[in-house]
Structures are given as structure tokens and as C-alpha cells.
């Protein structure tokens, strides 16, 4: 049974949370645990459901992203495509090498979800964007995406920033009511030349943070979540021994255990001539929420990943060599010169989606 709808229900919720997310033995793999949560604030969601003896079996969400380019008056749609969960014979899974059937049901609902014929959900305008987040070592995920027809057109890192006793500078505080319309239009001039950057969680929990200069002007800000993953693996042969063998391990296990908390940083902005101060701000975030690993992802080869790759990552944050990400399109209607632009600039990366 297919169902089309725009309301969570526990069950997709449940579904999204038992799911393990990466790609066994090439990367962390882990649970979400704020679900709950965040799948209220998605902006516009369609969720395409497939229930089996009444049963969940698969989910898909679509969202309404925010504008392709900043300059443009009049701006293709975009539609980001999160939250894909399958349950297989071994459970429930993001990441399988199985390759998906190209005949399957699943594959032939989400076609539609791409081409506009789920009705009144699914209005797809002639001119838009589908997007979504690939770890190419996730083989069916690439499978799949290539039978959607989709491509990768950007890559995008992983930045840990750590410290071991983070402290808080007096210049950074909680982004004030008053303040908000400053912060977006600083935003909206920083990622002028970035695709697909979007405000839609922007100020989520009320959790953006300015750092000022001495004449009171805002020079820095950062979106700051609190993040909790449950770690399912680690990475190599040996991955899920060292797993059981961190906890126990005194000064690594304050940075990291099985019930990993840090803070995702997003919506990042910095005057020009202040990158460094991003070190101030970011350390009062640690101190703030009271943990010790902060990260980062940023399109590889965009100014901001460069920025803020100059930051000592502290001791956690040296140990890893983490591999890029990919970004994935899907267009329609785009000209030549916009599917040019989409090539060359860097993209903004949702943070929010990720975790």
C-alpha cells in the first residue's frame, strides 16, 4: 500500500529513528536521536510511505528548499529530497550495497515523486532542482541515484573542531529578536555566491549566536544544534572493536563514546578580515552548551571551508582524515547558463539535513 501525505506519523518517526545511517566499515554508522524534533520543522514535507501487511516497510520525504541562486528575481524551485529509509531482511537500513531493483515499486514511486504525478503534493514546476547528500562509498545509494537520474555536481567535507576545556569570550551571546533581520541580511550577502543556501532553519530553537567587535556591530555568527547520534560502527576492520574499547579510554572518551553529543554549526557568516575570530565564537558555543566537538561541512571548495579548515581543530578533531560527500541533482527547465552556475559555485550545505 502507497500513501502520500504532508504529517509525520510515529510511525515514519520510528521508522527514521531505528534506522542505522552510513556505510558499514567505510564510515561512522549511527542512529538519529532527534528525530522527534526535527521532522516537525521540515519546510513543506511530503512523506511517500509503503506499508506491507500494514506494515512500514519504506519512507520517503520531500522538502521545499530555499532559492537556486540569490541574484535571480525570478528562482527555479528546489526540492530536497531527506530522510530515505528501506527496511530490508536485516533491518532497517540507509546504507546497503545490495544494487535497488530497477523494476521495483519503490523505485517507480519516488520516479513520480521526481516527475509531478502524486497529484496536488507533488506540484512540480517545469523549472526546479531536486537535491540530496551522498557518501559515495554507499554504493546503493549511488545505484539508486543513478536510476533517478541523478548526478553529482559538488563535494563537500567533514571539519572537527574540538577543545578540551572550552571557555566563553564575553563578546558572544544568543542572537536577540532585534538582531534577526541584521543576522539574515548579513547571510543573504555572505552565501551571495553560493546555490541553494536557504534560511528555512535559520534561528531553530533559538540557537544562533553572534560574536561582536568592540564597537558593539555583530562581526561573526554561527546556527549552533545540539546533536546527539548513537554510534552503531566505526570505520576499518577493526571499527567495532574500538568502538567497545573507547568508553574506557580517559581522555578520549570526553570527546567521544557511543552516545555521541557536539554541536552542528551552520548558517555561518564572518566580516571580511575577522575569519580568525571564528575560533572565539566557536569555542563559546562548546562552552555554552557544555561539550567538546563542534562540526563543520562545508562545500571543499568554497571560502568557508578554507576558513575555517585555518581553525586548530584541538586534539579530537586531528585525528581524522574523514573522505567528501557528494551533492546530487536532479534538474528540469534549468538554462545552460544556470546548470553552468550550479556546476562552479559552491553549494551551501544544510547541516540540519544532515543530522
Known sequence: MINIGNQPSKEITDLLTDAIIGTPRESISYQLSEVANKINFIPAPVFLTIKKRSKLIATCCRAKGGALFREKKQKPSIYDILHFCQLTK????SARKRKPQNNGILKKEIQSLFEGRGGSYFPVENSHLFYAYVDPANQRSLSLCNLFGCRAIRTFSTIIYSRHRPAKHYSVSRCQPYEKPLVVSYLQEFYRDYSMFSTDNLFYQDNYYVLKGKNGDIIAGVQANRVNWKIKGLPGFLGKYLLGLIPWLPFINRYFDRNFTFISLEAILYKEGFEGKLDKLFESVLAINQVYTALVWADDHSELYRSVKKLKPGFFGSFFNLKPASVIVRTNGLSAEEEKQ?????????????T
Open 342 to 354: 550550479l556546476r562552479e559555485l559552491p553549494a551551501y550545505i544544510s547541516v540540519f539535513d544532515l
Open 90 to 93: 536485516k533491518g532497517l537500513s
